[in-house]
């Protein structure tokens, strides 16, 4: 049903989502398969189709996993490396990108207005999401325990929407962050970049390639539908509008084929900036994607990071708003989500310093510092194998420490890999996890050691229980059984006789060894802190079953 075809009263719902850009639209989904009243709107009547994220990493593809988006829902060209050239000292440095992690190819390239379409459709497959296109937000106001925000349809009529939470998932410029006047800290680069999408290119292409020539540094990468990227950093005296000419881009592509021989589909100007709000929690008006961070493109973490977001967060609200948790926990939204958005942004701009040099003296300084560097293999390590990127793990947050003896680190994401099922089928761990919490017991069924009452309380909070077995050991009788078809999970993550408890975003909320599990499940537990008392929008074990 239509927001406009509502009832007044019935403009009263759990989460209000302003911006279904793909932020918004991977949160509603993860929101409507936990059974959250959602309404999400958005300003415009359709997917923005401008030139925008071309890259996403594993941890992207874990995330629109569990969105629930199948594998063939929206095309990937898989990226197999990336190099950078030097214009005097050729080939500097060669990411190496080929293989998987967690189960998925560590860097693909995709569409981005396909991928926004596919998380639409997921969204709008659940009744408890309403989404509503040419809609506003025009301002909003916070009471003690909800939100009332003023919206214009797309009559032009004004309505009030009661929720219990607002997510500003609305982009850049987002309203939402101002009107909550929170600063929006950073940099803003002095250049402009033109932006060139085509397709039907003569010469293909499978990788990512950074001409980092200071006179006109060039990304340029293949994609999805025969597709390939520019990106042209414009000179000074260079105008927008005559970069955006169609002789103009002739003239810088014809290194790579002439007019005639390909279509230009899109292109665009931007100025890039790094930013991050000062805080993503504002009692019960959160920041999401962009509205709560943004970094230039160098490294292809803007959305990703955007999609994190909704994974961390689509869960706290759905706990605290169905009465499974103290309504507290969403702020760990912020202590666990703006650290490591920070440091993406960090990275990215180490990488625009590489990629733009300031001058020829620079560029030979800068490259040669990386090329020699790379003779050390663990420098070359940190840029070829990426372990210069930031883990995805929390200092601070939703979580429970125990110690060290296995690979699981509590903050830290569980790692996910090939097993074969209970119904014998082997497929990626997270989709035997399912959507809520798992205990998981590694050569060991938890059952087993669970009082009945820790049993109980478990069972109210619909936790899986499951057990990892080495491949070729049989079922665990009366548990779930994980079998370790490919050794992705037993002994790497942790030893047997050892259980975790995983988040459902997939984070290790708490491990160690199983002789402790009541005190160690008591621990973890406690975080999720007592309910508000409130209606239960719609029942988790239904949804979950
Ligand atoms: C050239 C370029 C290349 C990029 N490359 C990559 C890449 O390779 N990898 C990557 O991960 N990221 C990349 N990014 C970043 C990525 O595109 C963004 O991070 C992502 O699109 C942000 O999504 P979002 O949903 O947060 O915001 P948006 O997509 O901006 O969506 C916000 C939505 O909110 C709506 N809205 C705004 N105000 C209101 C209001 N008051 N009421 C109702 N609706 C409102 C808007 O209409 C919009 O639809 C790139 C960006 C650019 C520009």
Redo the contacts with the bound molecule.
Sequence with gaps: MSVAAMPARELDTDVLV???????AALAALLGGYGVRTLV????PDV?EH??????DNE?LRVLQMVGLEDAAFEKVVIPQVRMHCPYLREFARVNTTGSIDGHPKLVTFF?PQLERALRQKAEQFSSVTAQSC???LSFSQQHDHVIADIRLPSGDRKKVRCRYLVG????SS?VRNAIGQAFTGQTYAEDWL?VDAVNVPESMDHVEFLCDHRRPTPHMAAPGNRQRW?FMLQSGETAEDMLRDERIAELLAPWGRPDQMTIERKAV?RFHSRCATRFVNERVIL????AH?TP?FV?????A?LRDAANLGWKLAWAVQGRASPSIVESYDSERRPHARAMIRLARLMGRLVMPQSALAAMLIHGAMRAGRLFPPLRRLVDELEIKPANRFRRGLFAKFGGGSGLRSGGQFPQAFVRGPDGQIVLSDDLLGRGFSLVGFGLNPHRLLSAEMHARLQTLDVRVLCVQPRGQGAEPGCDTLEDVANGLLPTAAPRGWIALIRPDRVVMQAGPAEKIEMLLNQALSLLGSPEPSPISASLSEVLS
């Design positions: 302003v911006g279904y850009g793909p932020v918004g709107i958005d300003r415009e923005m030139p925008r994220a071309i890259a996403l992207a981005q809609t506003e937000l998932a609305d982009g850049a309203m932006i990106e931007y999401a994607g962009d509205a943004i493109p292809g973490q803007g959305l990703v955007g």
